[in-house]
């Protein structure tokens, strides 16, 4: 440590700040998901689908531990270490997050670096990996009663989670569950302002399961209805029946941008309660697959020339249409509340197919 003291001020903080971007790895497999505490996000158990919690963060995260030992040292590096943490807001902060999706839609986000707590980030890079897919399962891929398909619910619990928890949620030993029963670890309800992301970016990365489709996991009646019921939300040149090639990614892809589009484009009175945090705390979301640009969103172009739809028959039509507009209201204070993290990347939405 006399070495690193011995070095020019200058020379001492670039070693500090190389520090502080360490990335730690993902988890590889299940194995090594199994070797790690971690806590289910409460309300993420989709109850209306039939499946159980979903969305697993870490108890006790790794991000930024690097950092830690140096405040321990002695007066000196804990001041200079202090100093970069107090500086590092100043500057543009960005967030790596992996996210591994196993068998009967669990996923496990694992922040892999984080710099600086803070709660405006400039980009949140997610990666996005399929492991350990079953071939069949009891789901059912519709979504009955004019909800959406039970895949977008997880996917939903997992963004609202990483926007309203952060890379540090505040954690709670046990909640009591119905008629008593004590639930298992999970992150509190409460866990502070979250994160703030100008640049959320969403990457589908190639899958280790080829011959996995993702589709064929969600359904009952056969793959006939499946193929029937999909057509127009996946990639146009594939068939169901015919083709076990699909890249994976592409189909993770499409779920995610039609679950958005139906948030944020087609914004009706029914999901006014889900878009509202969106909007919020989002400037933009960008989807990739293998690193390459899907789908762009722009959520401040997006806002601005937002129609609110409400079914022109309904018995309390006056009633949603004012309601709405408020709604509407409160979304544009909170935007502005949020300042340039969600106001500053306007302009025109890009859509590479």
């Known amino acids: 440590m006399s070495a690193l003291l011995s070095l020019p001020r200058k020379l001492r903080d670039q070693i500090l700040e190389d ?7 993902p988890p590889k497999d299940n194995a090594a998901l199994h070797a790690q505490e971690r806590m ?15 969305i697993h963060f870490e108890n006790h995260p790794t991000h930024a531990k690097s950092l830690r030992p140096l405040m321990l040292v002695n007066h000196q590096l804990r001041a200079e270490t202090e100093e970069l943490l107090r500086r590092s807001p100043a500057k543009p902060v960005s967030y790596v997050l992996d996210v591994l999706y196993c068998r009967n839609v669990h996923m496990y986000p694992t922040w892999l670096c984080v710099p600086v707590v803070s709660a405006n980030v400039d980009t949140l890079y997610t990666q996005f990996r399929i492991s350990n897919v079953p071939d069949a399962a009891t789901w059912s891929f519709s979504g009955g009663d004019g909800g959406p398909e039970c895949i977008v619910w ?10 309203r928890f952060g890379p540090q949620g505040k954690r709670v030993g046990t909640q009591s569950g119905k008629k008593g029963r004590r639930k298992k670890n999970c992150y509190s309800t409460s866990a502070g302002q979250g ?3 100008k640049n959320l970016v969403i990457d589908f990365q190639p899958t280790a399961w080829p011959s996995v489709l993702p589709l064929a996991v969600y359904h009952r009646q056969g793959r006939d209805e499946l193929n029937d019921y999909c057509r127009d939300r996946v990639p146009r040149d594939w068939n169901a029946l015919s083709d076990n090639r ?3 990614g592409d189909i993770m892809r499409e779920w995610v941008i039609r679950y958005l589009e139906v948030l944020l484009v087609q914004c009706s009175y029914n999901v006014l309660p889900f878009a509202t945090f969106f909007f919020g705390r989002l400037g933009s979301v960008a989807i990739r697959v293998d690193g390459t640009l899907k789908k762009r969103f722009d959520l401040g172009c997006l806002f601005s020339r937002l129609a609110l739809w409400i079914h022109p028959n309904s018995s309390s039509y006056e009633a949603r249409h004012a309601l709405s507009w408020l709604w509407k209201e409160k979304a544009a204070e909170k935007r502005k509340a949020a300042g340039p993290m969600v106001t500053a990347a306007e302009g025109e939405e890009d859509a590479k197919d």
Do not use: C, M, Q
């Open 154 to 163: 997880p996917f939903y619990h997992l963004l609202r989670g990483i926007l």
């Open 40 to 54: 289910a996000i409460p309300g993420s158990d989709t109850s209306a689908w039939y499946g159980t919690e979903k």
């Open 246 to 248: 699909l890249f994976t």
């Open 195 to 197: 994160i703030t992301v």
């Open 19 to 25: 520090l502080a971007r360490l990335s730690v790895d």
